[in-house]
């Protein structure tokens, strides 16, 4: 089983932004990467994490396998089960008939997943999780790097 926690945040909103996830393959740490971008959102910056760690298990072959993605992000999680399937019946509209934001992240994210077992996790942000807690520690360093 391999576990990847994410997350994403801006100093302001839009504003410099970074992303960070940690991969936990059996209960061992196997890496944690970060990034960031000089103007954006939060919520892009928390798609962008789970994006980052996706394309991170495509190229080291572990494609098919099952996958436990913890975010602190409902817009993620909620987002990826719940909205997705609608938006698309609507072609790409909320329901209020407006464009979905973040669209092409949203693609992105969907053929990632789709390659792998996925389960989507809620976790509380800053409630103690050791791996979440990480990863905001590493977006925080994300964007001071800016």
Known sequence: MIE????GGCSGNPGPGGWAYVIIRDDAFVSEKWG???QTTNNRMELQAVIAALEALTQEEEKGEKIAIYTDSQYVQKGITIWLPD???REWKTSDKKPVKNKELWQRLEALAGLFSVSWVWVKGHAGNKYNERCDELTRIAIVSL
């Open 36 to 38: 960031a971008d000089k």
């Open 4 to 7: 990847i926690y994410t997350d």
């Open 87 to 89: 938006w698309k019946k």
